[in-house]
T-cell receptor, first 115, second 118 residues
Framework: AQSVAQPEDQVNVAEGNPLTVKCTYSVSGNPYLFWYVQYPNRGLQFLLKYITGDNLVKGSYGFEAEFNKSQTSFHLKKPSALVSDSALYFC?????????????FGTGTRLKVLA | KAGVTQTPRYLIKTRGQQVTLSCSPISGHRSVSWYQQTPGQGLQFLFE???????NKGNFPGRFSGRQFSNSRSEMNVSTLELGDSALYLC?????????????????FGNGTRLTVT
């Protein structure tokens, strides 16, 4: 079955330290991969996406993500965390192989950046 | 450009009632999708509409239905409400023009409608 896993419910990191939010997926074809962020009482905002090409994609607010085909992972990273990065992060895939192109979201990872 | 607008922001309903949620997409966006967000389940896909046609459907019971109008605005209806339907319902629009590369267009989300069923 198609699925997206975010193994950590919460990630704590000190301000100024690098952060990583993990995402792995299981889909039948070559997916489009996305990261979204949700601030309190708000809808989700698009951060970045991977379509094809360079495995390292850069997005909004200094975030980047690394696509690893062999490990079917798409981890979100940032070199230096800010307190304002504290939010709920969702990984999502859109499966091209199945023909349905359904969006599949992970369960979310709460990032807490400590001052 | 105005963002995705969802109304109402909050709803309180009683078990057994029905409810209709509304979503106005970003101007020019023809694809609208709906999601249910709960603390334990994350985001669950409900359905997606494009040009008034349902293009995809998630694994929800038939009590959940939707439609899209010719101006791309969309409504979602839940009948015979259950306590477990309490959630944040999010609508998203995208600049999908059809098949192929349009599927990598990012979603633009509204702030959601928080439904509480008592």
């Amino acid at each position: 079955a198609q699925s997206v896993a975010q193994p950590e419910d919460q990630v704590n990191v000190a301000e100024g330290n690098p952060l990583t939010v993990k995402c792995t997926y299981s889909v039948s074809g070559n997916p489009y991969l996305f990261w979204y962020v949700q601030y309190p009482n708000r809808g989700l905002q698009f951060l970045l996406k991977y379509i094809t090409g360079d495995n390292l994609v850069k997005g909004s607010y200094g975030f980047e993500a690394e696509f690893n085909k062999s490990q079917t992972s798409f981890h979100l990273k940032k070199p230096s965390a800010l307190v304002s990065d504290s939010a709920l992060y969702f990984c999502a895939v859109r499966d091209r192989g199945s023909g349905t192109y359904k969006y599949i979201f992970g369960t979310g990872t709460r990032l807490k950046v400590l001052a | 450009k105005a963002g995705v607008t969802q109304t109402p922001r909050y709803l309180i309903k009683t078990r057994g009632q029905q409810v209709t949620l509304s979503c106005s997409p970003i101007s020019g966006h023809r694809s609208v999708s709906w999601y249910q967000q709960t603390p334990g389940q994350g985001l669950q896909f409900l359905f997606e509409y494009f040009s008034e046609t349902q293009r995809n459907k998630g694994n929800f019971p038939g009590r959940f239905s939707g439609r899209q109008f010719s101006n791309s605005r969309s409504e979602m209806n839940v009948s015979t409400l259950e306590l477990g339907d309490s959630a944040l319902y999010l609508c998203a629009s995208s600049l999908a023009a059809g098949v192929g590369s349009s599927y990598n267009s990012p979603l633009h989300f509204g702030n959601g409608t928080r439904l509480t069923v008592t």
